[in-house]
Each structure stands twice: as C-alpha cells, then as structure tokens.
C-alpha cells in the first residue's frame, strides 16, 4: 500500500465543541460519528456532509470517552464526573447513571451484544455495568492494576486493559484467568487490530507497541511521533496493513504495519491530536484536537 492509499486529504472540518475535543469515534458502520470534549457536551455528526445532527448534555465535568451501540440506538459516554451515562440516541435523555468509579473515568466500551457498558477509571479499576438491571452497582470490579486505567477493549470472552503502570492486562472471564504483559512505559491507549490477533498499545515514551494477543511477544514498535503527556489515541487501518496514531504537535503518522516505517505524516491540526478513528470500511478518517475541531480525512 502505497503513500496515496491512506487518507491526507481534507474532505471536512466538524465545529461546534467550545474547548478540547477529546475523543472522536466512527459508529460501526462509518455512517457518522460521536465527538466529545472538556465543554462537558457529547455531538452526534455526519462527518461525511459536515453536519451537526444532535447535542448531549448532562455530564458536569469534561467528557472523555464515548462509544455507541451496533445499531445506534444507545451510546454510553464517561468522565471527569466519575460516572458513566447510558443515553438513548434519538431521544438524546440519560438512560441510567452508573456510579462506582472513586475518581476520573478515562474510557468506556460496550461488549458485542450491547448488554453491558465496562469502564477504565483513574482509580486503578476496570468496571462492568449490566444495562438491563436496575441496579447500580457493578457486576464485576477488576482491580488488579496499580495505576491509572486509560483504555479498554473487548472481546466476546475478554476484557483487556491498559494502564499507567505500564502492563497491558487481559481476564478471560469465562475462566477467570487474568494475562499480564509489562512494557516498561505507562500505556495511555490500547487498540485490537481487525482480525483480533494484536494489540497496539500507545505508550508514554513517544512509541507505539504492536503485540502478538496468544503470546505476549512485542512483534514491532513504531515512533517518529510525540507523545509524553497526553492521552493519545492508536489505531490500525480497517485493511490492518497500517497503523496510526496522532502526536502532540499537530501531526499524524501513518507506519507500515510490518516494517514500521512511516508511509506518510503530516499536519492535521494546530495542537494536540487527541483522537483518531478510522472507517471500518473506506479509506477515511477523523481526527479530534485539543484545538476544538474533528477533521475528517481521504484519499
């Protein structure tokens, strides 16, 4: 795949967040997208005709991660107010409010059947909610890491977390059994390649880590980027042939996926590149800054 085959051109710029925008995601099919940010607002677009659809609002503190259902009709979103939110889309009203979480929510996720919402916290906690009970109490706390947990990703039979303490944990919750893998450097995003065999995990040293999910062996490390302070976002392409990634300076990276070079950067936005989604099916992406836009990028 060459140069030309991945997105760097700007096909639209999405405003309307006053302040950072903090994470951007595609829904599943790449139709729109789901903005959030520090003015405490959630934005539903299409991105691919640069139009505003719909604002949520009901956080009391910035929101900082944001994930929608298969079939668009819930998304669930969480924060500095240390709570997650489970909204219906049309109507925009909070669902349900789960608590628990002793401090900041970095990141939330719904598993494969839209059942259950698990959220990473900044008190060292991965938490799963039951959507269908009325209960609000969690139905599984993982309190292993020793740090921060910044990001999480699902499979049908796994929880997987990466955190400040610099491991990347995977618990099978059929066995109950927990995998630990300790790259040395806080991790502050972890992303699945498409075909669920890797893990990307963004670390605090400016390195992107691409490891093997069976036997935690480190398969390549990709740099060129900056990323020292901020939690950025990682991706691999829908091909999975690159990965991808912003920096604190403005830019983004595209690296082959094997040989780890960089096939193309260039400057996305004015200051930190925050979030970056790719398309699950197009050669398309979004991108969010803490310059307050989401730019939306093509062939």
Not at 44 to 63: C, D, F, M, Q
Not at 272 to 289: F, L, R
Request: a negative charge; aromatic letters at 8%.
């Amino acid at each position: 795949m060459s140069e030309l085959e991945v997105p760097g051109k700007e096909a639209n710029v999405l405003k309307g967040h006053e302040g950072a925008v903090l994470a951007a995601r595609f829904n599943s099919d790449g139709n729109y997208c789901l903005s959030c940010g520090k003015d405490r607002t959630i934005r539903l677009w299409n991105p691919h005709r640069g139009i505003h659809i719909k604002t949520y609002k009901s956080h009391a503190r910035e929101v900082r991660d944001v994930h929608v259902t298969p079939d668009n009709s819930k998304l669930c979103s969480c924060g500095g107010d240390r709570q997650i939110f489970y909204w219906d889309v049309s109507t925009g009203r909070v669902i349900r409010k789960f608590r628990g979480h002793d401090g900041e929510v970095n990141a939330v996720k719904f598993n494969e059947y839209s059942s259950v919402v698990v959220s990473a916290g900044y008190d060292q906690s991965l938490r799963a909610w039951d959507c269908r009970s009325h209960s609000t109490e969690p139905i599984q706390v993982i309190d292993s890491f020793s740090d921060s947990v910044m990001s999480v990703c699902l499979t049908k039979s796994e929880i997987i977390g990466g955190s400040v303490d610099g491991t990347v944990r995977t618990f099978d919750i059929r066995i109950g059994r927990e995998i630990s893998d300790d790259l040395g450097q806080p991790v502050n995003c972890i992303s699945m390649s498409n075909d669920g065999n890797c893990i990307l995990a963004s670390c605090l040293d400016s390195t992107l880590r691409l490891l093997d999910r069976t036997s935690g062996e480190l398969l390549q490390e990709y740099k060129g980027h900056t990323c020292k302070s901020y939690k950025l976002d990682c991706c691999l392409t829908n091909t999975d042939a690159h990965v991808t990634g912003g920096s604190e300076d403005g830019f983004i990276y595209f690296w082959d996926l094997v040989d780890a070079s960089v096939v193309s950067s260039f400057r996305a936005h004015s200051s930190v590149v925050t979030s970056v989604s790719y398309h699950p099916k197009d050669s398309c992406m979004i991108t969010a800054s803490v310059d307050g836009t989401i730019r939306v990028w093509k062939t």
